[in-house]
């Protein structure tokens, strides 16, 4: 037999950022209790409003499987006598575990004879144990800040209203604080702000719409989408995509009453962005476009409220709106009365960090960075570079930025336009802030990658220097996002860019500024980037001893690490790969604790080290070439091409021999062929079989 659960957790107004995550959870913690407890549940499922957290579960078993428990006791041999009776040891034990002494068995193990006994523990009834494991889902439901209110110890997002808590019609008995569970539900808290009793799921879902709230979170979604759609469809429109404030406007409401409002056309003559921040940020609203794209004086708004004359509300959201972008309109006219480049000097008095200075010092690093990044990757480029840089912080000066703080980057590309700047320096003005979270957007042209390069460098470097790292748990500077982005653009943009030569250039900047050695600075810094490159690539598919094993043998140029990665990758899917693979660990590790130097070609005696120099010498020479041109699965292929020779030498050569110079001949012998190979990749990070 199974069963229905539902539970509806009643609060204050939850924030909307945090209930997906929140329900998200719940389901998750029900799972876990339902696997610990041996009850069978066949669907879990969430919904959720800003006033309720609702967890459902379909099929579940009314009763706990049973099971079966081992329980070892004593040895054996103190169990039972030399005629086989039990001994008080055996008598306490069955009387301890409530069996007869019939039922005790012996059991070998690998410390010997035990006796054991064996118990099958029927399952307990599921809504005897609902309660308990209930409270604790509750209790560790994910916030990322929880209040306590009142007199209250208990800690939750928000102070609880109400608890509706019901198996199969049957009230389960919960207490949180002072409040009580029981079988009722509240309707919305304006259009129906009443109780309203609950026997089942269907019920639940049914009773709630009709008192005004509609718990599903895709349901709103779809009601908003269509009523605004066909709202935009009336004047000629559509709305602008926008899932994010879609996702959040769904968990400000609980009944969503869509309607369209409008603004002053001559607002238009606003930047797009302008207009559109002023409408989605503040106010929540969506913007309307026409069949070119272009914005239209319309907006939709959604209220959680049902007023009995909608126009009402649609005049006093206009009227917000009308005052947010005459404010606009006045800070996009003060703003133009001076230029970015007037504002450079202005950076020296806004602190970037305490630590580290001004933004007009932190202009000055990226100019210094920017100018050898161009050179490396196109020096045609460099002016355009050079002035990007120095105009990247000045939109932090203007009011619209002031007010609109999201708009960083945008403003500054509308006023280096309106100015008559080089368009390609306006881009990077925008550009380089990208990609602003770990799979946003990369910047398209050359100059704005250059300069994001060397801002989330800046960024890194900084604040390691002056002990800012990430910790497992914190990372308040987004440095982890920032190394991921400079991997993401240089793979993306296939820049050969050395890496620790750009770090040390930028950890050299803050050399007045730091106390720290800066060669720890550079090792910090180098390996925290290349545990994100692990990281990235082990996600994209590769496997981890590939890319750690590309990556320790030379982390320069992460598109050069990157073709040695794929070219690795592929030669393991092939048969002789494993073979190849513990010839060359082979070397690498006899090597490893030893010193070595040039091969004396006169001290090779044995037929096989003579036979394995000679390989060598054959193929050093057209490696090498391989490597340095990229062509890396030529280069794997001809040193696999060595691995008959390095067989035959370990099984007819002693290494390890008593006279010294031979024994350092052979082993500087093996530390060619290592050092070959070692050009692709470190073979002692392949995992062998």
Same mark, same amino acid.
């Given at each position: 037999?199974?069963?229905?659960?539902?539970?509806?957790i009643?609060?204050?107004e939850?924030?909307?950022?945090f209930?997906?995550?929140?329900?998200?959870?719940?389901?998750?913690?029900?799972q876990?209790?339902l696997e610990t407890?041996?009850?069978?549940?066949e669907n879990i499922?969430?919904?959720?409003?800003?006033?309720?957290?609702v967890?459902?579960?379909?099929?579940?078993?009314?009763?706990?499987?049973?099971?079966?428990?081992d329980?070892v006791?004593?040895?054996?041999?103190?169990?039972?006598?030399? $005629?086989?009776?039990?001994?008080?040891?055996?008598?306490?034990?069955?009387?301890r575990?409530?069996?007869?002494?019939?039922?005790l068995?012996v059991?070998?193990?690998?410390?010997?004879?035990?006796?054991?006994?064996?118990k099958?523990?029927?399952?307990?009834?599921?809504?005897?144990?609902?309660?308990e494991?209930?409270?604790?889902?509750?209790?560790?439901i994910?916030?990322p800040?929880s209040m306590r209110w009142?007199?209250?110890?208990v800690?939750f997002?928000?102070p609880?209203?109400?608890?509706?808590?019901l198996f199969?019609?049957? /009230?389960?008995?919960?207490s949180i604080?002072t409040v009580?569970?029981?079988?009722?539900?509240?309707?919305?808290?304006?259009?129906s702000?009443?109780?309203f009793?609950?026997?089942?799921?269907?019920?639940?879902?049914?009773?709630?719409? %009709?008192?005004?709230?509609?718990?599903?979170?895709?349901?709103?979604?779809?009601?908003?989408?269509?009523?605004a759609?066909?709202?935009?469809e009336?004047?000629?429109?559509k &709305?602008l995509?926008?899932?994010d404030?879609?996702?959040?406007?769904?968990? !400000?409401?609980?009944?969503?009453v869509?309607?369209?409002?409008?603004?002053?056309?001559?607002?238009l003559?606003?930047?797009?962005?302008?207009?559109?921040?002023?409408?989605?940020e503040h106010?929540?609203?969506?913007? !309307?476009?026409?069949?070119?794209?272009?914005?239209l004086?319309?907006?939709?708004?959604v209220?959680?409220?049902?007023? @009995?004359?909608? +126009?009402?509300?649609?005049?006093? $959201?206009? @009227? &917000?709106?009308?005052?947010?972008?005459?404010?606009?309109?006045?800070?996009?006219r003060?703003?133009?009365?001076?230029?970015?480049?007037?504002?450079?000097?202005?950076?020296?008095?806004?602190?970037?960090?305490?630590?580290?200075?001004?933004?007009?010092? #932190?202009?000055?690093?990226?100019?210094? /960075?920017?100018?050898?990044?161009? +050179?490396?990757?196109?020096?045609?480029?460099?002016?355009?570079?050079?002035?990007?840089?120095?105009?990247?912080k000045?939109?932090?000066?203007?009011?619209?930025?002031?007010e609109?703080?999201s708009l960083q980057?945008?403003?500054?590309?509308e006023?280096?336009l309106?100015?008559?700047?080089?368009?390609?320096?306006?881009?990077?003005?925008? %550009?380089?802030?990208?990609p602003?979270?770990?799979?946003?957007?990369?910047?398209?042209?050359?100059?704005?990658?250059?300069?994001?390069?060397?801002? #989330?460098?800046?960024?890194?470097?900084?604040?390691?220097?002056i002990?800012?790292?990430?910790?497992?748990?914190?990372?308040?500077?987004?440095?982890?996002r920032?190394?991921?982005?400079?991997?993401?653009i /240089?793979?993306?943009?296939?820049?050969?860019?050395?890496l620790?030569?750009l770090?040390?250039?930028?950890i050299n900047l803050?050399? *007045?500024k730091?106390? @720290?050695s800066?060669?720890?600075i550079?090792?910090e810094?180098l390996?925290?980037?290349? &545990?994100r490159?692990?990281?990235?690539?082990t996600a994209q598919?590769?496997?981890?001893?590939?890319?750690? *094993?590309?990556?320790s043998?030379?982390? &320069?140029? !992460?598109?050069?690490?990157?073709e040695?990665?794929?070219a690795?990758q592929?030669?393991? #899917?092939?048969p002789?790969?494993?073979?190849?693979?513990?010839?060359?660990?082979?070397?690498?590790?006899?090597i490893?604790s030893?010193?070595?130097?040039?091969v004396?070609p006169?001290?090779?005696?044995?037929e *096989?080290?003579?036979?394995?120099?000679?390989?060598?010498? #054959?193929?050093a020479?057209?490696?090498h070439?391989?490597?340095?041109?990229?062509?890396y699965?030529? *280069?794997?292929?001809r040193?696999? $091409?060595?691995?008959?020779?390095v067989?035959?030498?370990?099984?007819?050569?002693?290494?390890m021999?008593?006279?010294?110079?031979?024994?350092?001949?052979?082993?500087?012998?093996?530390?060619?062929v290592?050092a070959l190979?070692?050009?692709?990749?470190?073979?002692?990070?392949?995992?062998t079989?």
């Open positions: 037999m199974t069963g229905e659960l539902l539970l509806e009643g609060t204050e939850i924030p909307a950022g209930l997906s995550p929140a329900l998200e959870g719940m389901k998750n913690l029900l876990t209790e407890q041996r009850i069978h549940c499922f969430t919904f959720g409003t800003p006033r309720r957290l967890l459902c579960a379909e099929g579940m078993a009314e009763k706990q499987a049973d099971t079966v428990v329980t006791g004593p040895p054996a041999k103190v169990a039972f006598d030399a $005629n086989g009776n039990p001994t008080k040891a055996a008598e306490s034990f069955a009387l575990q409530g069996v007869a002494l019939s039922d068995g059991v070998d193990t690998p410390k010997g004879r035990y006796i054991q006994v064996t099958k523990i029927s399952g307990k009834e599921t809504i005897s144990l609902l309660p494991f209930l409270e604790k889902v509750i209790s560790a994910p916030f800040k009142a007199n209250s110890d800690r997002v928000r609880i209203k109400w608890i509706l808590a199969n019609n049957t /009230i389960i008995p919960l604080d009580k569970s029981s079988n009722q539900s509240w309707g919305h808290r304006f259009l702000n009443q109780p009793t609950v026997q089942d799921v269907a019920s639940y879902l049914q009773q709630s719409e %009709e008192n005004f709230v509609m718990p599903e979170i895709e349901k709103r979604k779809a009601s908003i989408q269509r009523d759609q066909r709202l935009a009336e004047v000629g429109g &709305v995509a926008d899932e404030l879609l996702d959040e406007v769904v968990n !400000l409401i609980e009944y969503p869509t309607l369209r409002g409008s603004f002053a056309p001559a607002f003559e606003l930047p797009r962005d302008v207009l559109i921040s002023s409408m989605r106010q929540k609203y969506f913007a !309307l476009i026409d069949a070119h794209d272009a914005l004086p319309y907006f939709i708004v209220s959680n409220n049902r007023a @009995r004359d909608p +126009q009402v509300v649609i005049k006093g $959201n206009e @009227r &917000v709106l009308s005052a947010r972008l005459t404010d606009a309109r006045f800070f996009f003060e703003d133009r009365k001076k230029t970015l480049f007037d504002r450079v000097d202005a950076l020296k008095h806004v602190v970037y960090q305490v630590k580290l200075g001004s933004l007009y010092d #932190k202009v000055a690093r990226l100019t210094e /960075i920017t100018s050898h990044l161009v +050179q490396a990757v196109n020096p045609a480029l460099a002016q355009k570079t050079q002035r990007a840089a120095l105009l990247c000045t939109d932090l000066l203007t009011a619209m930025v002031g609109f703080p980057g945008t403003m500054g590309r006023y280096a309106l100015e008559g700047e080089d368009p390609d320096v306006a881009q990077a003005l925008y %550009e380089h802030y990208l602003t979270t770990r799979k946003g957007i990369l910047p398209a042209s050359v100059i704005g990658s250059l300069l994001s390069i060397a801002e #989330k460098t800046d960024n890194i470097v900084g604040c390691f220097s002990g800012l790292v990430p910790t497992g748990t914190a990372d308040p500077y987004a440095l982890r920032h190394a991921l982005g400079i991997i993401n /240089i793979l993306e943009k296939s820049f050969h860019l050395l620790p030569d770090l040390s250039r930028s803050f050399a *007045a730091t106390n @720290r800066l060669d720890a550079q090792d810094v390996e925290f980037i290349r &545990v490159f692990l990281n990235r690539l598919g590769f496997d981890h001893d590939v890319v750690e *094993a590309a990556s043998a030379g982390f &320069v140029d !992460l598109v050069e690490v990157f040695r990665i794929k690795i592929e030669l393991k #899917k092939q002789d790969f494993q073979p190849l693979a513990i010839t060359f660990k082979r070397v690498v590790n006899i490893a030893h010193a070595y130097e040039d004396n006169s001290l090779l005696t044995e *096989a080290e003579k036979n394995l120099y000679d390989s060598y010498q #054959k193929g020479i057209k490696i070439h391989l490597i340095e041109t990229r062509d699965p030529a *280069a794997l292929k040193l696999a $091409n060595l691995k008959p020779a067989d035959n030498f370990f099984d007819g050569v002693m290494v021999c008593e006279d010294q110079a031979v024994k350092a001949n052979r082993l500087a012998l093996l530390g060619k290592a190979f070692r050009g692709v990749a470190d073979f002692a990070k392949i995992i079989e």
